[in-house]
């Protein structure tokens, strides 16, 4: 097993579904079962299994699948933050109606009521605190839901049994010169 074979795949695939994600449009497509994340995780298992010389355990999977999620978490979020400042303008009504409704809610504590007032009253903003608390978030889930991708994609990617290796005359295999193509 050469884990340092699987930060490429891992890579790619967190790319992916980091950007795919990320997109307003297209990353409505998570809501499908997380079909982004799950979709990255099993395209760095197929070309992890593809450029692997041994058959991949469903181990191998779960780490692979826990490594891209963890980037494509990353990549999500660093996409989001242009997004989240251009849209920090439109939800500034929201401070101030949730910090009327902190008001008339009569068994909030005391230390809540003034955890609000002053988020309202900073230029944080609650937008700012659920940015980053989904982006928390994002880390365990997309890490967790990505690690069913990559076991997913090495069950259907991987047609090797455990302990086969490609043999070494085969896989460093040439024809002879002036051999015809295919031989």
């Known amino acids: 097993m050469n ?19 990320a ?9 499908a079962c997380c079909a982004w994340v799950i979709g990255g995780g099993m395209l760095a298992a197929h070309l992890y ?18 490594i891209t999620g963890l980037i494509g978490a990353f ?11 251009a849209m920090s303008g439109v939800g500034m009504g929201v401070a101030e109606y949730l910090r009327e409704m902190a ?14 007032r002053s988020l ?18 994002k880390f365990f889930i997309y890490g967790i839901v990505a ?7 090495v069950a259907l990617f991987e047609k090797r049994t455990p302990g086969s290796r490609i043999p070494a005359e085969m896989s460093a295999y040439q024809p002879p010169p002036g051999a015809p193509p295919g031989s």
């Open 3 to 21: 884990r340092e074979s699987m930060y490429r795949p891992a890579l790619i695939g967190g790319v992916a579904l980091g950007v795919l994600s």
């Open 23 to 31: 997109l307003p449009v297209i990353g409505a497509f998570n809501c």
């Open 49 to 66: 299994v593809k450029d692997s010389p041994t058959a991949v355990t469903l181990g191998n999977g779960v780490l692979l699948g826990l």
């Open 75 to 85: 990549v999500d979020t660093v996409f989001s933050i242009p997004l989240h400042m």
């Open 103 to 116: 008001e008339e809610i009569p068994n909030m504590p005391p230390e809540a009521r003034d955890v609000l």
């Open 120 to 137: 309202a009253a900073s230029g944080v903003g609650i937008g700012s605190v659920f940015f980053f608390i989904a982006a928390l978030l």
């Open 147 to 153: 690690m069913l991708g990559g076991v997913l994609g």
